[in-house]
């Protein structure tokens, strides 16, 4: 194998991407996490729209890629006919709640770690070997039998896309419509708010996420055409990728780092430099056992309910939208359940008062 092997530079293109994902990141405070508790308790709703701000260029630029033959979204396993709608919800629910332990996901753990958080390495260790055991370890059984085994077949419409879908189910090509007028909706929320419109930093953030999300496609794509060996196509993600980097940190397996591991070291590295820009890196560690345990099962619920979900704020909530996977919404919108009774649990100290008809002061 020569340096010139698409198989040898994958991972480092990767390391490319992931730099620019995580300085991104850390400079910018891209936070799942911090968006929702922003706009839950505080009516701030510019993280928000910064983060569906990278889905949305993310979904432009990698179904214009996919337009001009230069991404195969087809080939990503967002689009398997085969949709677990349960790992769906009960993965996406718990995934949430995870993070809200946690106070961060997966993605942000790494981030965090960039910038000398010691948490955030016990966060990544147990999220990875958790996530390891639920796709091919000991939980395995478990997800095959809730989730695989109970999925939805759109073998007729071809995909989960929702373009195919619509199309099928309409008996119309919509493979135009759909992207143009999701895309359309989107932006029209984004930018329906005149504050947001003057956030230059968060805009060009939020941009700058969505576009390493299509160089992922790209990257992978060009590489599964040149290379001999069979390559997974595939942008970002944070769960099952971080079990990956674990094993080849660990032990020899024979095959050389993928484009998810290189993306995974990209971002540390690029969270590291941008900690060190910002002068705001520094150890931190658990203050005592028991935020040590709540970190435990916090990065258990989002390792095993990533896999479940097939994938995390990133994977789902961006590289899933990119492609219009059905799951995207759904699973983000079960994170964003999970992310709330979480944070209601901590903050508020009960999550009775999400519950019609309870209230805070009901007997």
């Not at 000991?138 to 896309?161: C, E």
């Not at 024979?254 to 430099?273: K, M, N, R, S, W």
Request: glycine letters at 14%.
């Amino acid at each position: 194998m020569n340096a010139t092997d698409p198989s040898f530079l994958l991972p480092l293109l990767g390391v490319a991407a992931g730099t620019v994902l995580g300085y991104v990141a850390r400079v910018n405070r891209f936070c799942t996490l911090s968006a929702f508790e922003r706009l839950w308790y505080a009516g701030d709703s510019r993280g928000l729209r910064t983060w569906i701000l990278a889905a949305t260029i993310a979904l432009i630029a990698s179904q214009s890629a996919a337009a001009l033959g230069l991404a195969d979204l087809s080939l990503s396993f967002y689009l398997q006919p085969g949709f677990g709608l349960t790992g769906a919800v009960l993965g996406g629910v718990m995934f949430g709640l995870g993070m809200a332990l946690v106070g961060t996901c997966g993605f942000g753990a790494i981030v965090r770690l960039g910038g000398g958080s010691l948490r955030a390495a016990v966060v990544l260790i147990v999220l990875g070997l958790t996530a390891l055991a639920a796709q091919r370890g000991l939980l395995a059984p478990l997800r095959i039998l809730l989730v695989d085994d109970l999925a939805l077949d759109f073998s007729s419409a071809g995909s989960q896309s929702i373009t195919q879908l619509l199309s099928h189910l309409t008996g119309t090509d919509l493979s135009l419509a759909v992207p143009v007028l999701a895309s359309l909706g989107l932006l029209g929320w984004i930018f329906s708010d005149r504050a947001y419109r003057r956030e230059g930093a968060l805009i060009v953030s939020g941009s700058l996420v969505g576009l390493c999300i299509t160089f992922g496609w790209l990257a992978t794509t060009w590489a599964s055409r040149n290379a001999f060996d069979p390559i997974q196509i595939e942008a970002a993600s944070f769960v099952v990728p971080v079990g990956d980097t674990i094993l080849q940190l660990v032990t020899y397996t024979g095959t050389l780092p993928d484009y998810g591991v290189g993306l995974l070291i990209g971002t540390f590295l690029g969270a590291a430099l941008g900690a060190w820009r910002k002068r705001d890196g520094r150890w931190e560690a658990c203050d005592d056992a028991r935020e040590l345990g709540r970190h435990f099962i916090g990065a258990s619920l989002m390792g095993i309910g990533g896999v479940f979900a097939m994938g995390c704020t990133v994977g789902q909530g961006i590289t899933a939208v990119s492609t219009l996977a059905i799951s995207a919404p759904i699973v983000f919108a079960s994170i964003a359940l999970g992310a709330r009774i979480g944070l209601a649990w901590l903050i508020e100290g009960s999550i009775r008062p999400l519950v019609p008809g309870l209230g805070r002061h009901a007997p």
